[in-house]
């Protein structure tokens, strides 16, 4: 059988999100998303920047539409707050509220068993070769998205 690189990466997804969404803390986490924790995971990381939706879309190769629909979700379940920035009135940078910082330590060791999990079995060598080429699939992709805007 010949094996195709779109149901693969589909299946892994599928079994990521799986995985993060039965995990055992998640029965700690009200209304959470795998999403949800993704970012949180990101603003949590980059709490010494002002972070704006643009670079939310940006590190997560999203929409704008798509940014908006998570980030307000996201704030009507008290995960983040948009605050004014003195520099620019248009811009709203995206702070982390206490709960989500509370979510963040309570599932980043289950994300971290996670990964620990998908290393198993594979070498330095080739989890350096995986990402080139995943690098290369991810930069096939963007393109044929950016030819499509």
Known sequence: MHRK????????????????????????????????????????HNKDCDIFQKDFEQQFNIRRSTASNILALMEKNGLITRESVPYDARLKKITLTRKAIEIHHTVESSFEKLED??????????????????????SNLERIDTDND
């Open 5 to 44: 690189l779109g149901f693969e990466i589909h299946r892994s997804s599928r079994l990521v999100k799986r995985y993060m969404d039965n995990d055992a803390t998640k029965l700690y986490v009200d209304k959470m998303t795998g999403t949800h924790g993704w970012a949180i995971g990101y603003f949590y």
């Open 117 to 138: 999990t998908m290393h198993e079995g594979i070498t330095p060598e080739e989890l350096e070769v995986f990402y080139r080429v995943l690098d290369k699939i991810n």
